[in-house]
């Protein structure tokens, strides 16, 4: 309910029982002798500048509300909370075993809150920093997340296309689709995950080792060894590398078994 602003040379023009009604519905409670007009004044007047005090404080509070967090994705796994160019709090995930709250909250390398999914890190995350309660994260360096996770992406893509993989949204492929793993850098770290090892990273020197770590090997069919096709139709089928399968495919010798 909006109550009218009283100033003292108004009130002053009102009789005692018309100032104890204003006092009442505005909840102002008078000190001193309540037989005295100028009391129910100065209760009526200190009441109204306490009121106009909050309605200040809560304006500034919205002027210098935080400012709203971007999000960088590292990796499928890793995001990292900026306000501005200042890391805020890192969302990163626990692969290890009979672990049922994977998705984990991290400020300054610490574990501080964990949750069932990335979601809820990322609801805990705003939650906190708007009411100043998450940990303050210490500045190393001085950052420009977006441009450096785009020059990630694209040293990833050139080594990508240097080793003659592609570069798709959820890791790094050979050309018949058959998926390797995921590349990325944390914290000026690079870091590899084969698609075979169950989400272990593996630190590297750079993104064309991290890349390479990924890379099946590429001998090329030009400088293969004469092959003893014999020894190859003798050799169980589940043994066979890709690479002979592929070999034995293409050769005379095999096509002329299946045609006969």
């Known amino acids: 309910m909006t109550h009218p602003t009283y100033t003292?040379?108004?009130?002053?023009?009102?009789?005692?029982?018309?100032?104890?009604?204003?006092?009442?519905?505005?909840?102002?409670?008078?000190?001193?002798?309540?037989?005295?007009?100028?009391?129910?004044?100065?209760?009526?007047?200190?009441?109204?500048?306490?009121?106009?005090?909050k309605v200040d404080e809560q304006a500034t509070a919205q002027a210098v509300a935080p400012e709203e967090l971007r999000t960088v994705e590292i990796s499928f796994y890793d995001?990292?909370?900026?306000?501005?160019?200042?890391l805020i709090a890192a969302i990163t995930h626990d692969d290890n075993d009979f672990v049922t709250q994977r998705w984990v909250?991290?400020?300054?390398?610490?574990?501080?809150?964990?949750?069932a999914?990335?979601?809820?890190?990322?609801?805990?995350?705003?939650i906190h920093?708007?009411?100043?309660?998450?940990?303050?994260?210490?500045?190393?360096?001085?950052?420009?997340?977006?441009?450096?996770?785009?020059?990630?992406?694209?040293?990833?893509?050139?080594?990508?296309?240097?080793?003659?993989l592609e570069l798709l949204d959820d890791g790094i492929y050979t050309s018949d689709d058959v998926k390797l793993g995921e590349v990325g850098c944390t914290d000026g770290v690079w870091w590899v995950i084969r698609a075979s090892s169950v989400q272990q990273k593996v630190a590297c020197e750079s993104a064309e080792s991290a890349v390479r770590r990924l890379s099946p090997s590429q001998t090329s069919l030009s400088v293969v060894k004469p092959l003893d096709w014999q020894e190859l139709l003798d050799k169980p089928f589940d043994q066979l590398s890709k690479q002979e399968w592929l070999l034995m495919m293409e050769s005379e010798p095999v096509s002329e078994l299946v045609a006969a």
């Open 8 to 53: 003292q040379q108004a009130l002053s023009r009102y009789n005692l029982p018309r100032l104890k009604r204003i006092a009442a519905d505005l909840g102002a409670t008078p000190t001193g002798d309540k037989r005295a007009a100028d009391t129910w004044i100065n209760a009526i007047l200190t009441h109204q500048f306490a009121q106009l005090q």
């Open 79 to 86: 995001h990292e909370y900026y306000c501005g160019d200042k």
């Open 105 to 115: 909250v991290m400020v300054n390398g610490a574990e501080i809150h964990r949750a």
């Open 117 to 126: 999914t990335p979601m809820l890190c990322d609801r805990y995350i705003r």
């Open 129 to 164: 920093y708007k009411d100043g309660s998450l940990p303050v994260q210490e500045q190393t360096t001085i950052e420009t997340p977006c441009s450096t996770g785009n020059e990630i992406m694209a040293q990833i893509f050139n080594e990508c296309e240097n080793c003659g």
